[in-house]
């Protein structure tokens, strides 16, 4: 599982497919499923139109791989950049997502969940109203390893 982890990582980095829509079909099954907080996909091409829709002008810095079981691997990654809901435009403080990966008995990628390290609406009323002192704080800047 760490080899293929590590792969997909160093291609999820390269593409930004998380952030960009940009998908390397060879790793994942027909089957693929996304879950986050907001969102809920079925297929690989919906998940890689809906992200490309989403969002803009993004980047997204994985911080940290785990194999987390036999079938399982996280992901943990910095996004940062642009939504184009509920306007286009709107800024996107930084935060971390912690994704899940779970691999078929082919090898291949047949799910995804998502959670944020905040709340989704502290990430909506950041992008309308940065200056509210409840907020959590932007997450620093990092330097994948995986770049």
């Known amino acids: 599982m760490a080899p293929l982890a590590?792969?997909?990582?160093?291609?999820f980095q390269r593409s930004q497919?998380?952030?960009s829509g940009k998908v390397e079909p060879r790793f994942f099954a027909d089957s693929f499923a996304f879950r986050d907080p907001d969102v809920s996909t079925k297929g690989l091409k919906e998940y890689a139109s809906g992200t490309g829709t989403v969002l803009s002008n993004c980047?997204?810095?994985v911080t940290e791989v785990l194999v987390t079981g036999p079938?399982?691997?996280v992901i943990k990654w910095r996004i940062e950049g642009t939504a184009n809901?509920?306007?286009?435009g709107l800024r996107i403080k930084p935060y971390i997502v912690i994704s899940t990966f779970t691999v078929n008995g082919d090898g291949l990628v047949d799910s995804e969940t998502d959670a944020f390290s905040i709340p989704s609406w502290d990430i909506l009323l950041s992008a309308v109203a940065p200056w509210l002192p409840f907020l959590a704080p932007e997450e620093p800047s990092v330097?994948?390893?995986?770049?």
């Open 17 to 19: 497919w998380g952030v």
């Open 143 to 147: 330097q994948s390893p995986y770049a």
């Open 6 to 11: 590590d792969e997909f990582a160093r291609a």
């Open 59 to 61: 980047r997204a810095d």
């Open 85 to 88: 809901v509920p306007v286009p």
């Open 71 to 73: 079938s399982t691997f």
